[in-house]
Antibody, heavy 115, light 110 residues
Framework: QVQLVESGGGVVQPGRSLRLSCTASGFTFSTYAVHWVRQAPGKGLEWVALVSNDGSNKYYADSVKGRFTVSRDNSKNTLYLQINSLRAADTAVYYC????????WGQGTLVTVSS | QSVLTQPPSASGTPGQRVTISCAGSSSNIGRNIVNWYQHFPGTAPKRLIYSNNQRPSGVPDRFSGSKSGTSASLAISGLQSEDEADYYCASWDDSLNGWVFGGGTKLTVL
């Protein structure tokens, strides 16, 4: 069955960097676009980024452009999200999700930005 | 403020029919498909409706979607207590060149 497992979250100080990972299984990862979506505490879902199946096309929400970088390694069935200059407003559960449009989601990883 | 506008809450009694609206614009819903997701806090969201009105296998036919112009709706008939969750609409936005979600609607089964 389709599985997406996020990792890399934790408590990070403002201004630091963090890299999230999402490991996929149960399907041919290299044939699907994948997304990052986040949910801040008490807020709704916010789309963050999308990368095409081969990594050649990337799209970002305006709120994260310039600080977030999405990438993937199809040989490792893994999606990444590099987050730089972390802010308190980046505190959220970060989900990876498959396909265009989204059909399956992971369970999420919590990122807390706090000094 | 979300690009897609949903009512923050909705409610109904068991067996009732409830509708959740999602208002957008010509750059998103007006030109692109709408998808709906069900989310129980602390779990992975689940796809409920795709391509405006299509149900994935396993989703009960109590759930239905529709779209007209720049708005979309999710209808839940025969409301059940296990339907109590957060519901989100989503669509691609051609102006933003990215996906946009509604702010979410918290459904309460009274």
């Amino acid at each position: 069955q389709v599985q997406l497992v996020e990792s890399g979250g934790g408590v990070v100080q403002p201004g630091r960097s963090l890299r999230l990972s999402c490991t996929a299984s149960g399907f041919t990862f290299s044939t699907y676009a994948v997304h990052w979506v986040r949910q801040a505490p008490g807020k709704g879902l916010e789309w963050v980024a999308l990368v095409s199946n081969d990594g050649s096309n990337k799209y970002y929400a305006d709120s994260v452009k310039g600080r977030f970088t999405v990438s993937r390694d199809n040989s490792k069935n893994t999606l990444y999200l590099q987050i730089n200059s972390l802010r308190a407003a980046d505190t959220a559960v970060y989900y990876c999700a498959r396909a265009e449009p989204i059909d399956y989601w992971g369970q999420g990883t919590l990122v807390t930005v706090s000094s | 403020q979300s690009v897609l506008t949903q009512p923050p809450s909705a409610s109904g009694t068991p067996g009732q029919r409830v509708t959740i609206s999602c208002a957008g614009s010509s750059s998103n819903i007006g030109r692109n498909i709408v998808n709906w997701y069900q989310h129980f806090p602390g779990t992975a969201p689940k796809r409920l409706i795709y391509s405006n009105n299509q149900r994935p296998s396993g989703v009960p036919d109590r759930f239905s979607g529709s779209k007209s112009g720049t708005s979309a709706s999710l209808a839940i008939s025969g409301l059940q207590s296990e339907d109590e969750a957060d519901y989100y609409c989503a669509s691609w936005d051609d102006s933003l060149n990215g996906w946009v979600f509604g702010g979410g609607t918290k459904l309460t089964v009274l």
